[in-house]
């Protein structure tokens, strides 16, 4: 089963689940093409079809699916890298770990890593900060990344994991890499810390309504910001 509006999408203008089943004898004993006549049975009484519209945005992104996930992933790659063994003071005093499947493949005992992901390790990687308030302030000072909970698409995100979930840890940033180049998202990444390293607010800090701060609520049920009609946190 996989998430087509993610990826196989690719631009976040479409959704789609695909159900996959390997030819010929299962696990099971089964036979897949039996499964598949199933499947196919269910879509008749259920409706599951996906619609013209959406059809043909699948069909348009596989054609570059290959070459949006490929780049996308050798970005992460180098931002991974670079975040992970920068010598840099600004990223030492705010950075406190990042975590991806390329940083696991270094040890040795990790090696099946490679077999399991051959063309790459994947556009998603998370960052900790070294305090909950640099994790909540850095994606207002961003500019080539949205805030926002998704991945998969052409454009970069990032998202402060606390405001959608209120049992992770509150340094947590999760990063879904685009089509971008690295180093311009590099770039922006590094002038954020800066801000951030000096305490500075990002867009989105001061929205006011009178002389009322906008103030941020999270939990399991998402964030509000009842003075606010967008920006970022």
Not at 146 to 163: F, N, P, Q, Y
Not at 168 to 189: A, P, Y
Request: net charge negative.
């Amino acid at each position: 089963m996989h998430s087509g509006t993610k990826y196989i999408g690719g631009h976040s203008d479409m959704l789609c689940g695909v159900v996959a089943v390997r030819p010929g004898k299962l696990g099971d004993g089964t036979q897949g093409s039996d499964v598949v006549r199933g499947l196919r049975e269910d879509r008749v009484f259920l409706g599951s079809v996906m619609g013209s519209l959406e059809g043909w945005l699948g069909v348009r992104s596989l054609r570059t699916m290959e070459l949006r996930v490929q780049r996308q992933a050798q970005s992460a790659e180098r931002l991974v890298h670079w975040l992970s063994s920068s010598s840099l003071p600004t990223i030492k005093n705010v950075v406190h770990s990042v975590t991806h499947a390329s940083l696991q493949a270094l040890d040795p005992a990790n090696a099946w890593l490679k077999d399991q992901m051959p063309n790459g390790y994947g556009p998603v990687f998370a960052i900790y900060m070294k305090k909950p308030e640099q994790a909540r302030q850095l994606p207002s000072h961003l500019r080539l990344f949205h805030h926002a909970t998704s991945l998969g698409g052409v454009e970069s995100l990032i998202e402060w994991r606390r405001m959608s979930d209120a049992g992770v840890d509150e340094r947590l940033l999760r990063v879904s890499i685009g089509v971008e180049h690295w180093e311009d998202l590099r770039d922006d990444l590094l002038r954020s810390f800066e801000n951030v390293e000096k305490g500075e607010e990002g867009r989105g800090s001061e929205m006011r309504e009178g002389n009322r701060m906008g103030e941020v609520q999270i939990g399991q049920e998402g964030a509000e910001m009842p003075e606010a009609a967008s920006g970022a946190v």
